[in-house]
Every structure is written in structure tokens, then in C-alpha cells.
């Protein structure tokens, strides 16, 4: 468990709960599901004594389930955003429990890099002054943000951070959950260009009239992979859509800060629609293209059939005469033409070669014999 408290500009870390807020500023509390589910009661009436309430059973819940998809609710004090991650795993990390693309007891044979996608899900329960969060175990994006709130307030001009969705510090705990959901999306666009490789590795062998594709389960585990993918940005953008709604039904006291700050989180909540929408179109571009190249590809094999048919038809067309002249002077009769002279055989064997020579350049001006891939 990692708690944060933050004052302005300030970032005060601890590890365990706190006893007060500040006087200014908000607290983060950010824990693993496991941590989670074994200091309940001490998370609820920390939770009771910072601001007043307690978490309802019911999102208590769903902050514990591992399976649950991208969700948006709320009650009257708080609002509760579970949203799924998007987060290379590494090798050496436990599979994930929740709803991943990697099936679980053995890898898919699909491309490596939608093995490592891990889809967990991330659950923020959002107060007026406290922001809670609930982890998978191994979650990189907590402590990679962790990291950067506290380099933040060392430095406020030394990086430009808005690729990961870290500017400055933020000053409020709805500010905090959509920057951490925004490095959960932008872990995704990451990976695009590992995927986009690999998917394009196999269609160039799709369409390689001199290769022989028998990756079809892989293939077809990509596809599958891809369509969970897009179901689960789906999911994203319209947990993200309903909190953006919500927002229109807070009440905002009348003075520049309030305004400002209320105006930023939907400035923010539209950017985090944004970085979805490109992950969605990304991943049905993919699908698109994965669905074109396996098209192409049996229009090149009804292609090369067709050529090797025409070649065949051809050939068999050539050796038709002759045989028909090896028929004639085949049959059993005594009295032939050309039969019992002596340079009969080789008058015969030069006409046919003459014909077979004379159809075979016919056929090959008119491409019938062209070669394959021509």
C-alpha cells in the first residue's frame, strides 16, 4: 500500500493510512487488490474519518472482482470507475486473473505481443478529497506514475510529460484518476508498433505467392485476440462517456478556480476519449487488414490454380495432335500410306515436331504458357 499525500505543488509519501487530510490538497491511496480485500475494514474507516462515508458493499465488490469489464457508477459522495488496463506484461510476471488475451494454462499461438497484453482491471473510488485506487498485484502503471508525481514536484519544467498523461501535479483526485487512466490507454499505443509488425510479417507471407502459410490457428487467435480487444475499448469509452456526463451534473461554486478546475477535467475526460478512439480504430484497422491480406491470399491461390490449369490445358493441347498422328499410323493395317518407305518415320516424327514447336509458340504469345507470376 502506497499513500500520497498532496498539498499544491507538495507530494508527501507513506505507507500506511492517514489520520487527516490536509489542509489543502487531497490524499491518494493506492493499494493492490489482494492488500485491498486483507485491510478492508481498516480502508473503510480511514475512508469514514476523512470524509465521513464509507464505500458501498456493492462497489466494495466490484473493486474486488477481477473479471469485472470497464464500468462507470457512482453515489451520492463519490463516484467509482473500474477500468481496464491495456499493459505489456513481462515474461516473467504470473499470468494475469483477470479477463486477459493470453489464455490462461498455456500461451495462444497467436503473435507474442497480444500474449503480454495484460487487461486487469484498475479500480478508483473517487471522493471530494481522497482518491482511492485498487491494483493488480504487479501493476507497472502505479508505480510508474508514483514515480512521476514525485519527480513532478521536483521539477516542474524539466520534461514534457502529456504522452503519458502527467503534467505537473494535479489538484484533485478526479484530476489524478483521469491521468492514470490516460497512461493505462497510452500503455496500448506503445505497443502498436510491436503489433502492427508482427500482423504484417504474416500478411506478407499471406500474400508471398512463394511461401506456404500454415499458421491458421495463430491466425485465426490473433483475429479472436483482436475482436476481445476492441470489445474491451468499447467497454473503456463508455465507462469514460458516462463519467464525462456526470460531470455536467456536479455543482460548481461560482468563482474562476472552481471553473477552471471543473472545465480541465472535461478537457481531460475528452482527451482520455480520444487516446480510446485511436486504440479502437487502431485495432479495427488491424482486423481490417488482417481480413484483406487472408482475402488476398485466396485470391492468389485461385490465381496460381487458375495459371497452373491454363498451363496444363495448354501443354495437354500441344500433345493432343500428336497423339492423334501416333493414333493414326498406330492402327493394324496392312496397307498404309507411307508405311513401308524408309524415311517415313522421320518425315512423321519432324511433322510432329514441327506441330508441337508451332502450337507451343502460339500458346506462348498468347501467354498460355507464360510462367507463373508474370
Same mark, same amino acid.
Not at 505543488?9 to 493506492?30: H, S, Y
Not at 487467435?221 to 456526470?246: G, I, M, Y
Given at each position: 500500500?502506497?499513500?500520497?499525500?498532496?498539498?499544491?505543488?507538495?507530494?508527501?509519501?507513506?505507507?500506511?493510512?492517514?489520520?487527516?487530510?490536509?489542509?489543502?490538497?487531497?490524499?491518494?491511496?493506492?493499494?493492490?487488490?489482494?492488500?485491498?480485500?486483507?485491510?478492508?475494514?481498516?480502508?473503510?474507516?480511514?475512508?469514514?474519518?476523512?470524509?465521513?462515508?464509507?464505500?458501498?458493499?456493492?462497489?466494495?465488490?466490484?473493486?474486488?472482482?477481477?473479471?469485472?469489464?470497464?464500468?462507470?457508477?457512482?453515489?451520492?459522495?463519490?463516484?467509482?470507475?473500474?477500468?481496464?488496463?491495456?499493459?505489456?506484461?513481462?515474461?516473467?510476471?504470473?499470468?494475469?486473473?483477470?479477463?486477459?488475451?493470453?489464455?490462461?494454462?498455456?500461451?495462444?499461438?497467436?503473435?507474442?505481443?497480444?500474449?503480454?497484453?495484460?487487461?486487469?482491471?484498475?479500480?478508483?473510488?473517487?471522493?471530494?478529497?481522497?482518491?482511492?485506487?485498487?491494483?493488480?498485484?504487479?501493476?507497472?502503471?502505479?508505480?510508474?506514475?508514483?514515480?512521476?508525481?514525485?519527480?513532478?514536484?521536483?521539477?516542474?519544467?524539466?520534461?514534457?510529460?502529456?504522452?503519458?498523461?502527467?503534467?505537473?501535479?494535479?489538484?484533485?483526485?478526479?484530476?489524478?484518476? #483521469?491521468? /492514470?487512466? *490516460?497512461?493505462? %490507454?497510452?500503455?496500448?499505443?506503445?505497443?502498436?508498433?510491436?503489433?502492427? =509488425?508482427? &500482423?504484417? @510479417?504474416?500478411?506478407?507471407?499471406?500474400?508471398?505467392?512463394?511461401?506456404?502459410?500454415?499458421?491458421?490457428?495463430?491466425?485465426?487467435?490473433?483475429?479472436?485476440?483482436?475482436?476481445?480487444?476492441?470489445?474491451?475499448?468499447?467497454?473503456?469509452?463508455?465507462?469514460?462517456?458516462?463519467?464525462?456526463?456526470?460531470?455536467?451534473?456536479?455543482?460548481?461554486?461560482?468563482?474562476?478556480?472552481?471553473?477552471?478546475?471543473?472545465?480541465? #477535467?472535461? /478537457?481531460? *475526460?475528452?482527451? %482520455?476519449?480520444?487516446?480510446?478512439?485511436?486504440?479502437?480504430?487502431?485495432? =479495427?484497422? &488491424?482486423? @481490417?487488414?488482417?481480413?484483406?491480406?487472408?482475402?488476398?491470399?485466396?485470391?492468389?491461390?485461385?490465381?496460381?490454380?487458375?495459371?497452373?490449369?491454363?498451363?496444363?490445358?495448354?501443354?495437354?493441347?500441344?500433345?493432343?495432335?500428336?497423339?492423334?498422328?501416333?493414333?493414326?499410323?498406330?492402327?493394324?493395317?496392312?496397307?498404309?500410306?507411307?508405311?513401308?518407305?524408309?524415311?517415313?518415320?522421320?518425315?512423321?516424327?519432324?511433322?510432329?515436331?514441327?506441330?508441337?514447336?508451332?502450337?507451343?509458340?502460339?500458346?506462348?504469345?498468347?501467354?498460355?504458357?507464360? =510462367?507463373?507470376?508474370?
Amino acid at each position: 500500500m502506497r499513500v500520497f499525500s498532496i498539498s499544491g505543488t507538495q507530494v508527501q509519501a507513506a505507507t500506511t493510512l492517514p489520520e487527516r487530510l490536509p489542509d489543502q490538497g487531497f490524499v491518494w491511496i493506492a493499494c493492490s487488490r489482494e492488500v485491498f480485500q486483507t485491510e478492508l475494514d481498516g480502508v473503510q474507516k480511514t475512508l469514514e474519518q476523512l470524509t465521513g462515508r464509507t464505500l458501498v458493499d456493492l462497489h466494495v465488490s466490484d473493486l474486488l472482482n477481477a473479471q469485472l469489464p470497464s464500468r462507470f457508477d457512482y453515489s451520492s459522495h463519490y463516484d467509482l470507475m473500474v477500468f481496464r488496463r491495456l499493459a505489456q506484461r513481462t515474461d516473467s510476471a504470473a499470468p494475469a486473473t483477470g479477463k486477459g488475451l493470453a489464455r490462461q494454462g498455456g500461451q495462444r499461438p497467436g503473435p507474442p505481443v497480444l500474449q503480454r497484453i495484460d487487461t486487469s482491471p484498475v479500480g478508483f473510488a473517487v471522493f471530494d478529497r481522497v482518491l482511492l485506487s485498487v491494483h493488480p498485484a504487479d501493476c507497472a502503471v502505479r508505480e510508474a506514475y508514483a514515480s512521476r508525481l514525485l519527480a513532478s514536484t521536483q521539477d516542474q519544467e524539466a520534461a514534457d510529460l502529456r504522452s503519458t498523461g502527467a503534467r505537473g501535479v494535479p489538484q484533485n483526485p478526479a484530476d489524478m484518476m #483521469l491521468r /492514470i487512466v *490516460s497512461q493505462m %490507454v497510452d500503455g496500448y499505443l506503445d505497443l502498436r508498433r510491436e503489433l502492427s =509488425r508482427q &500482423l504484417d @510479417h504474416w500478411q506478407a507471407e499471406l500474400i508471398n505467392p512463394r511461401s506456404r502459410f500454415n499458421r491458421w490457428d495463430a491466425l485465426l487467435q490473433a483475429r479472436l485476440a483482436l475482436h476481445q480487444l476492441e470489445a474491451l475499448c468499447e467497454d473503456q469509452r463508455t465507462a469514460v462517456q458516462s463519467w464525462t456526463e456526470s460531470l455536467d451534473a456536479w455543482g460548481v461554486d461560482p468563482n474562476s478556480v472552481a471553473e477552471g478546475e471543473h472545465e480541465l #477535467l472535461k /478537457i481531460r *475526460s475528452r482527451d %482520455v476519449l480520444e487516446h480510446i478512439e485511436r486504440v479502437v480504430q487502431h485495432v =479495427r484497422r &488491424l482486423e @481490417h487488414n488482417t481480413e484483406t491480406a487472408v482475402q488476398m491470399h485466396f485470391n492468389a491461390q485461385g490465381s496460381r490454380t487458375n495459371d497452373i490449369m491454363r498451363t496444363l490445358t495448354a501443354l495437354t493441347a500441344i500433345f493432343l495432335p500428336l497423339n492423334l498422328i501416333a493414333a493414326v499410323f498406330g492402327m493394324n493395317f496392312e496397307f498404309m500410306p507411307w508405311l513401308h518407305t524408309a524415311s517415313a518415320f522421320w518425315w512423321t516424327l519432324g511433322g510432329m515436331a514441327a506441330i508441337a514447336i508451332t502450337l507451343g509458340l502460339v500458346f506462348w504469345r498468347k501467354r498460355y504458357l507464360a =510462367r507463373l507470376g508474370d
